[in-house]
């Protein structure tokens, strides 16, 4: 099978599902994908109906992660997850804000998203594209120009160490292999190894772009709490004040709060209107909390958010005032 | 015994064992007198650094039982104080107590310090072990109870020279205390009290090692005690935790412990192991290598090393293996100075192979042993109670906690040496004891404060009173303390300020009590000195005039201002302003908080039948609770059925029996025999056991005492030849004249089988006196008995040295093997062949044996996960019970209203089951004593609204105290089981769960005042 | 330059930092205690709130104080395996671990947010913990503002 | 008439001294709009910044006032700075929205003086549109890339120098610094002509969508459309008509300031009572609040619907909820009959 066959077959194959499962009444509702309005770009799509089901397609536009909405979709659902999606599946599940009962997961291994934005700063406005066998052809307001899937994967699909769903109801498509074996933060590394005034400015930078719509917290499948902490009036955490040193204060707020739960999905870059790097710091977390802990999030059932247990032996060197 | 008992009781020394049976007993409803012979309470543990096997510092651990005991209602207190006179009988004591003056008033002194401050005199500091100085007026320790100076007359210049003659000599004290509680004139005094009966626990005093010339203590500067050594350590100590010789100063790089300083040694009457002093030496050589600067090269040297303890073993392998500690087996002959000048001292040895060596070292630490205090003969010659021949009191068998005399119980190092989890649980074992004999009268004595009924603040206009305190010159000589106070008079809320000479005196509270009223205050702020102290001083006053004691708050403008900032007024005085305003802040969003209620159900549930399980309900059923026992088996009495006789000697054929017998009998006691346990559920006060038969069982306690099992060796050919029995099964054999015993001649006895090894590394702890008790019992049948005893170290702690001695002395051979080298046994046509190297030889030796008896080890019960489970109780990593804290709370868990006792908790003899059996049942009375289950209500809570069921509060609470209703999607607290602490409201992302007394909405408000 | 450096130096000496320390009642607060009774003497710049346990230390709280503008902040607990509460500080430890990290990553100067252990008994440490704190966050200058906020609007250094 | 780029880059940098001027620049993060210094600053060539202007005059974020007490005494500062200002380089699209805002904040029952004493110190120059993106739908709402409501001078890019349309008396008055006017040529006019009757190649029919809204509250429409969306406040912010603000207290200590920030109809946030009751207490009732607002209540009350067909929403939408489908949707909607 080619590449858009393997793809034809996964679609199908999620109609087919989606299709038997609302037809025997085993779900209320199929969290899917469907196209989008724009070039390259695909929109959750909620089928409730076996009619409905072809609007559902799966390809590398399929960028949100759709276990964010998983647990305020009332009744049984059915819904197709990636290994990213299916992490924060895990993580909701440890947290008690879903009944694996009421969950059917339909699972799709992921080669990674495309980073449209990237390809948006090459050719401008994208007018039309096409991906085709790992291809990707742009018609762009600054110009046209095609790519290889792998030259415009998003940062966050580069370094997955899980494609494949870890919790699933079934399986469709072949597996994916990884290579890595340990988590690679190499990204993260190069950071650290930059100077305090270096990282300063650098997030100084990204913090002033911060406009404070929250889409980043929004998108992300972890976020659920019923009043976020800058929502808080009593205390007041923040002052309404959007400006660079009230952002980070934000953002720093919410990765601590992401800490040991984040599962990398990228959802909150990607959903960053203003191209923010949220990711950044959140990955130094995922660093932090592998490396010390050992622990990345929601791999198993079993296992418990990081910051929910501790070890007599957890490193404390690095943190404690030096004497 | 008397007709006519008394709710009172009498404790003897007021150190850990002491201070833990009085709030035992003071809790369950016994009005206590605590009598201490030294000016303050806490024994030894102040002195000690950090304890062993969790290097838990002393200090910390104690101090809040020393501040609990200290404002105790119904804990009289008399320090410098002794007993010299007792009539009556168990039930109806008059004892006659003498105090000693103490020249400065309890009740005017603040503690401030100024006496010891202005007192020329310098002496030797006792709690220092001589290593500083202190004042003849003067403190013991800082965080001391009372927290309050006195004068040592022996050495005050006024009291040796001017008294007598009425000349106004020095008198600096008086000068110098503002709060004029100073009184030389002060005179001893006696008076009588009526008890219903006493626990002694005068402690121990070290062995003087300068009574053994050969290790040069007091003659070499580099040779000092253990306890001085702690005192090094100790960050309170005279070099403030650095580690140097007191002598010069320098910092050693080359320390040794010499083992066994005046224990084991029948030459000077001292044929007992002390039994502590393997771990604190390890534990020394650890912290001294964690503690100092540079790289420091510790060795212990030794016989055996004893580490049986829950965990010691593993501490022991720690230090040796992880941590570079060298041990060395030897015998020591001598310590002499070293020619060099350099100070230091060379150990001249021989090792085990007979080798003579000799080795020079910065410090010598001995391990001094443990021996009576003098006031302990005293006591117990006044007592008539029986001693044995070191002078330690000896215990009724089986009793754990009986002298020889009714009504008088002992625990701690009265009768001999223990280390402090041991005495801890004798405390409690004897405060239950204690409460099973008066338990009619309980109650009766003890008294409750009243107060005016509460004032409704809610809704009222915030009206803060602020009261500055000079506390003599404490504050007032370095923070300007009228510029605070009008300073906050501007901040807001504050409706009234002003300052005080000494705002916890009499009359300041006074003052304030009516200033609450003129000025309709609701919220209060002190800035004086340390909330640990006085907080409850101050609430007290608010209660008293009406308010709420939460509408409170203190600042630390002494302890942690003025105290610290001496040469910086100005800095001082802007610190005190930043640290009132910020008391001011915190205090001004309280609310009033009330205790919470909760029904107590008055029975307990004590799971496990056999002499743990038995003991402690009978404890239980005799102080009045109703109890329900329950055992799986088909009868009562657990492994000890199997035993012949006590390590003492005792029928426990018999004692088992009479156990039995008085369970069966005990009209407050149900029997659930043959039956398991289906679910446990509930908390403190109101837990439901669910049983296999369907019966359901409403308690307020429960008690696990499922004891352990025997491990069922798979080395030494064990289960192939009926010759190869373990102790359990030899004792059997002995008691059945079993003719494989009766008639063999060569008997091996192989210690150590599946302990101390990879699969279970700890020590069973009673197999090598149970070896030695068996060949004893062989040998005194068969004097022509061949017997050798393969061992790796004789861990014949306590009084049962004295039995190894006799076995080594009557002929009995102990070959030594090491880990690597284990005995080997061969089975050669019909004979059974031991082989083992003998280190002292150096050679394989072959014995034939008739009889192999293995020392198999005691292995955790099976049971202990599946109520691990039900009671949200932890396991250790060998599947023992892990109790809420290894030193000071040994048979509580974690989990309120649950306790243990026997095997379950660690490997141990009979003796130690029933003393730890009594202080869960003591422990446990104190819960069960209570009307109701109270918390103070500064717990957390929960806003339904915000609430998302994560989880995240649950997993974090080390109390069990957070569950998640996921019903109705919210985190429920349990203000039964709540401690306070808080950790659930940090980790809560979404705001939800917060903390009574210490709200975010309170911290941040105090971060905007910044 | 040089001179220029110099003169920063000499006049950050001159400022006084404010230091919100956190301190946990059983082990930390006594400590500071301990200090003041042995007549221990360090910089008045701590400005102390006290907790119950170090596991009360909510990670916002950190951040809120150098937002409010403190020069550095403190917590201290008990020494692991001491908590009063039996695992406080285990549970604040790794938040404690993460937040340091964090704000480090951020470009937050490493000196502004300490953290230690100290124990009851240990007065001289304590005194020793803030001067070295002290000297460090001095050495630094004021908060120059990576959270700082001002008035609902950021002031920038 | 028309202006060299070279002249006008000459007025342009001699009004830097008076006026504060704001003008479309490139940063890191795409096109947006700043102060600049220098006619060389402004970048020529672009679609259209990635935020709308309207933040010159209605912040996300402002101190209306500040206070503090001391003792007894209270003092109030009012914290309102206006300077004149010249926005250059502002689209058709936004254009029109500032004249949509004007609309709010400016009308014969209440006028914002922060909102007014700024926007009448400001000059906008439009410039025409050449470039129309695929999310660009303004002709939907009979304007187009070239059309002038809204600025008080339009440019219309000629390459060298740019056509200049005097719309408003403001506009006159600056236009009059201006030098070296010149006429357009033959082709020029004709490449004006072409550019002002350009269409925007996407558009929605919302000939009918107000009146349907009238009747669609309870339409089972909003029941699903909102399924997506995540709640953000992207849309809102990157609307050049959006203009709901949350007004509070900032207060520390004894001093404290009353700010006024953006806030959005799609949190929850938006509508909840101090009580605990939220009256739109789903995104169903939030989405039908923005589509309603926007066509319907803002036309009965403005007559004017209150999008100007920027596309900003439609691309930053991190769900891709594009308004154009909604409206298509809306007006392709079942009514239910009540």
């Given amino acids: ?126 007018l039309e594209a096409s991906i085709s066998d790992g291809k990707i052809s742009v ?79 929004n998108a992300c499948p ?38 040991g739960r984040c599962v990398d999905c990228g959802a909150c870059s990607r959903a960053c209107p203003q191209g923010v790097d949220i990711r950044a710091l959140n990955r130094k977390m995922t660093k932090d909390v592998y490396e010390m802990y050992n622990h990345e999030s929601g791999i198993s059932e079993e296992g418990k958010p990081a910051l929910n247990v501790y070890s007599a032996n957890d490193p404390e060197e690095q943190f404690l005032v030096k004497e | 015994m008397s007709q006519n008992k008394i709710g009172s009781v009498l404790i003897v020394g007021a150190g850990i064992a002491g201070i833990q049976a009085a709030l035992d007993l003071a809790e369950s409803g016994y009005l206590v007198h605590l009598v201490e012979e030294s000016s303050a309470i806490g024994g030894t543990m102040p002195m000690l650094d950090k304890t062993f096997p969790t290097n838990d510092c002393s200090m910390c651990i104690l101090s809040p039982k020393l501040v609990e005991c200290g404002r105790h209602l119904n804990i009289r207190t008399y320090t410098n104080s002794q007993v010299v006179k007792s009539e009556g009988e168990a039930g109806n004591f008059k004892v006659t107590i003498k105090q000693k003056a103490r020249y400065i008033d309890l009740e005017k002194c603040t503690g401030c310090g100024a006496c010891a401050e202005a007192c020329p005199v310098k002496v030797d500091d006792e709690f220092n072990q001589g290593l500083g100085k202190r004042k003849a007026a003067f403190k013991q320790y800082s965080q001391a109870f009372p927290n309050a100076y006195g004068i040592d007359e022996k050495n005050c210049l006024y009291q040796t020279r001017g008294k007598a003659k009425g000349k106004d000599i020095c008198l600096k004290c008086v000068k110098a205390c503002q709060a004029g509680a100073i009184d030389h ?158 100070g230091d001292a060379v150990i001249r040895y021989s090792t085990e192979d007979g080798q003579i060596c000799s080795d020079q070292f910065d410090l010598v630490v001995l391990s001094v042993g443990l021996e009576p205090g003098d006031s302990s003969k005293d006591l117990a010659n006044m007592l008539d109670l029986k001693v044995n021949k070191y002078g330690f009191a000896e215990l009724e068998p089986l009793s754990g906690v009986n002298t020889s005399k009714e009504g008088v119980f002992a625990a701690g190092a009265f009768s001999g040496p223990r280390d402090i989890p041991e005495t801890v649980m004798q405390a409690s074992a004897a405060a239950g004891a204690a409460s099973a004999l008066l338990s009619d009268e309980r109650g009766t004595l003890v008294s409750e404060k009243e107060y005016p009924p509460e004032l409704d603040v809610a809704g009222d206009v915030i009206r803060t009173g602020v009261f500055i305190c000079h506390c003599g010159v404490n504050i007032g000589s370095v923070v300007n303390v009228p510029s605070v106070v009008e300073y906050a008079k501007t901040l ?129 059923a005799d102080q009045g609770y109703e109890v329900h026992l329950v055992e799986k088996d088909k009868v009562l009495g657990g492994v000890a059925r199997r035993f012949s006789t006590g390590f003492r000697g005792e029928d426990m054929k018999a004692f088992v029996a009479d156990l039995i017998d008085q369970v069966s009998n005990h009209p407050n006691i149900k029997l659930h025999v043959g039956v398991g346990i289906k679910d446990v559920g509930g908390f403190l006060g109101s837990f439901t056991t669910t049983l296999e038969n369907g019966e359901q069982i409403a308690h307020g306690v429960a008690l696990l005492t499922i004891g352990g099992q025997e491990y069922k060796p798979h080395e030494y050919l064990y289960g192939q030849d009926q010759r190869i029995m373990t102790q359990i099964e030899m004792d059997e054999a002995l ?16 210690q150590c089988v599946g302990s101390r090894c990879d699969e279970n590394p700890y020590c069973s702890r009673t197999c090598c006196t149970k070896s030695v008790k068996l060949a004893l019992k062989v040998k005194k049948k068969n004097p022509k008995a061949n017997i050798f005893v393969l061992y790796r170290d004789m861990r014949t702690y306590g009084y049962f040295e004295e039995d190894y001695e006799e076995a080594r002395r009557i002929g009995i051979i102990f070959v030594r093997y090491s880990e690597n080298a284990k005995p080997v046994v061969n089975k050669e046509g019909e004979t059974l062949v031991v082989t083992v190297t003998d280190h002292v030889l150096d050679r394989p030796l072959e014995i034939e044996a008739d009889v192999i008896c293995l020392a198999a080890a005691i292995k955790a019960p099976e049971d202990g996960r599946k109520l691990s489970k039900w009671f949200k109780i932890p396991l250790n990593a060998d599947g023992f019970f892990l109790e809420a804290h290894m030193k000071l709370r040994p048979v509580d868990f974690s989990t309120d209203g649950v306790f243990m006792a026997g095997i379950a908790h660690s490997p141990k003899n009979m003796e130690e089951v029933i003393t730890q059996a009594k202080a869960a049942a003591g422990r446990a009375g104190v819960a069960l004593s209570k009307d109701q289950v109270e918390s103070a209500g500064l717990n957390a809570f929960v806003n339904k609204r915000k609430c998302t069921a994560c989880g995240t509060c649950e997993a974090v609470c080390s109390a069990k105290a957070v569950t998640v209703d996921l019903v109705n999607r919210v985190a429920v607290v349990n203000d039964a089981l709540c401690k306070g602490c808080g950790a659930c409201a940090s980790s809560c992302r979404c705001g939800a769960i917060s903390l009574r007394g210490c709200t975010n909405e309170q911290i941040v408000e105090m971060l905007n005042f910044l | 330059m040089i001179m220029e450096e110099i003169q920063v130096e000499a006049e950050n000496k001159k400022y006084d930092p404010k230091i919100a320390a956190f301190l946990c009642n059983w082990c930390s607060y006594a400590g500071a205690d301990l200090a003041g009774v042995g007549r221990i003497q360090y910089p008045p710049t701590i400005r102390t709130i006290r907790v119950p346990c170090s596991g009360r230390i909510n990670p916002l709280y950190i951040l809120k104080a150098m937002a409010n503008g403190a020069d550095g902040v403190l917590v201290s607990g008990c020494h692991p395996g001491d908590c009063h509460y039996i695992s406080g500080n285990y549970v604040a430890r790794r938040k404690f671990a993460l937040i340091k990290s964090l704000l480090t990553y951020v470009g937050l100067e490493e000196d502004r947010v300490n953290f230690s252990w100290v124990s009851a008994a240990e007065g001289g440490r304590f005194a020793e913990v803030v001067k070295g704190v002290s000297e460090r966050v001095g050495a630094l200058g004021p908060n120059k503002g990576v959270f700082k906020v001002d008035d609902g609007g950021a002031t920038d250094e | 008439m028309k202006i060299s780029k070279v002249k006008f880059g000459q007025a342009f940098d001699a009004l830097v001294s008076e006026y504060q001027i704001i003008a479309p620049v490139s940063d890191a993060n795409g096109i947006a709009f700043q102060g600049v210094k220098s006619f060389s600053e402004v970048k020529q060539d672009y679609l259209n910044s990635k935020l709308p202007p309207k933040a010159f005059f209605f912040p996300q974020h402002e101190k209306l006032m500040s206070y503090k007490k001391e003792g007894k005494d209270v003092t109030v500062k009012s914290e309102l700075k206006v300077e004149d200002t010249i926005l250059f380089g502002i689209r058709p699209c936004d254009a029109k929205g500032m004249q949509l805002l004007d609309m709010v904040f400016k009308n014969d029952q209440y006028t914002d003086p922060y909102y007014y004493e700024r926007r009448e110190k400001a000059v906008i120059i439009g410039v025409a549109c050449q470039k129309i993106a695929p999310t660009c739908f303004c002709s939907s709402f009979g304007m187009s890339p070239a059309s002038s409501e809204g600025s008080d001078i339009l440019f219309i890019d000629l390459g060298d120098s740019y056509e200049v349309e005097v719309i408003t008396e403001k506009g006159k008055a600056l236009a009059a610094r201006f030098e070296a006017l010149s006429e357009l040529t033959a082709d020029e006019q004709a490449l004006v002509a072409k550019i002002k009757s350009a269409e925007t190649s996407s558009k929605v029919d919302v000939s009918t969508t107000t009146s349907k809204l009238d009747k669609m509250f309870n339409s089972p429409f909003w029941d699903t459309l909102q399924e997506k969306c995540i709640g953000c406040n992207v849309c809102s912010f990157s609307c050049p008509t959006c203009h709901c603000f949350d007004i509070s207290e900032e207060v520390r200590k004894n001093e404290g300031t009353r700010v006024r920030t953006w806030d959005g109809c799609m949190a929850p946030l938006f509508t909840l009572h101090g009580s605990g009751h939220n009256p739109r207490d789903h995104k169903k009732a939030r989405w039908r609040q923005r589509m309603m607002h926007k066509f319907n209540y803002f036309v009965h009350n403005n007559g004017s619907m209150a999008c100007v067909g920027c596309g900003r929403c439609i691309k930053s939408c991190p769900v891709n909820m594009d308004i154009r489908q909604v409206i298509d949707g809306a007006n392709k909607a079942e009514l239910v009959v009540e």
């Fill in chain 1, 139 to 217: 018609k762009g307001m600054e110009g046209d120009k095609e790519y290889l899937f792998a030259e415009v994967k998003d940062a966050t699909c580069q370094t997955c160490r899980y494609p494949n769903p870890v919790i699933e109801d079934l399986h469709l498509g072949e597996l994916i292999q990884v290579s890595q074996d340990v988590a690679a933060f190499a990204d993260v590394s190069a950071m650290e190894n930059k100077s305090e005034s270096e990282r300063q400015a650098y997030f100084k930078e990204q913090m002033s772009k911060c406009i404070r719509c929250y889409a980043c917290r």
């Fill in chain 2, 492 to 620: 807001p809320t504050v409706a009234y300020a002003t300052d005080k000479i000494y705002a916890c005196s009499q009359d300041a509270q006074a003052s304030i009590k009516a200033l609450i009223e003129e000025q309709k205050l609701n919220r209060i702020v002190v800035s004086s000195c340390s909330p640990r102290t006085h907080e409850p001083l101050f609430q007290e006053t608010l209660k008293e005039a009406g308010l709420n004691a939460h509408l409170f708050d203190m600042a630390n403008i002494r302890d942690q201002c003025s105290w610290v900032h001496m040469h910086e007024p100005e800095k001082a005085t802007e610190k005190a302003k930043d640290l009132t305003k910020l008391a001011i802040v915190r205090a001004s969003m309280q609310q009033p908080v009330q205790p919470i209620f909760m029904a107590m159900n008055h029975a307990a549930l004590v799971i496990g039948g056999g002499v743990a399980g038995m003991t402690s309900a009978l404890s239980l």
């Fill in chain 1, 1 to 126: 099978m080619t590449g858009v066959q393997r793809m034809n077959k996964i679609i199908s194959d999620i109609r087919e599902t989606a299709r038997q499962l609302l037809a025997d009444g085993k779900v209320d509702v199929v969290i899917g994908y469907a196209k989008g309005s724009l070039p390259l770009k695909a929109t959750p799509c909620f089928v409730h109906s076996a009619q409905e089901v072809d609007s559902l397609i799966w390809d590398e536009t399929c960028e949100n992660n759709l276990a964010a909405f998983v647990a305020k979709t009332p009744g049984k659902k059915a819904i197709v997850a990636k290994g990213c999606d299916s992490r924060a599946l895990v993580v909701l599940l440890q947290e008690n804000q879903l009944v694996r009962d009421d969950l059917y997961i339909i699972g799709v291994s992921c080669h990674g998203v495309i980073d449209q934005r990237k390809i948006g700063a090459e050719v401008g406005e994208i």
């Fill in chain 2, 185 to 342: 004139q002060m005179e001893d005094k006696e008076f009588e009290v009526e008890v219903g009966s006493m626990i002694l626990n005068p402690g121990f005093k070290v062995f003087d090692a300068s009574s053994l010339d050969y290790y040069g203590y007091g003659t070499i500067k580099s040779v000092i005690t253990s306890l001085e050594f702690e005192r090094l350590l100790s960050a309170s100590g005279p070099f403030d935790g650095h580690l140097v010789r007191p002598f010069d100063q320098k910092e050693p790089q080359k320390i040794a412990w010499i083992q066994c300083v005046g224990s084991r040694n029948s030459k000077i009457n001292h044929n007992y192991c002390s039994g502590v002093c393997c771990m604190y030496a390890i534990k020394e050589a650890v912290i001294a290598k964690e503690h100092s600067h540079i790289p420091v090269d510790t060795t212990i040297f030794y016989m055996d090393m004893r580490t049986p303890g829950k965990d010691f073993e593993k501490y022991y392998n720690n230090a040796k293996n992880n941590q570079g500690v060298n041990f060395i087996r030897s015998r020591v002959y001598e310590v002499t100075e070293a020619k060099d000048d350099s």
């Fill in chain 2, 735 to 750: 008691y059945n004249h079993d003719s494989k015993v009766e008639n063999a001649k060569n008997f091996v006895f192989i």
């Fill in chain 1, 222 to 259: 972890l976020c659920y709490c019923q009043e976020c902490f800058v929502d808080c009036n009593s205390p007041r955490w923040l002052t309404g004040g959007v400006d660079r040193a009230e952002n980070l204060l934000f953002q720093a707020g919410r990765v601590l709060h992401l800490a």
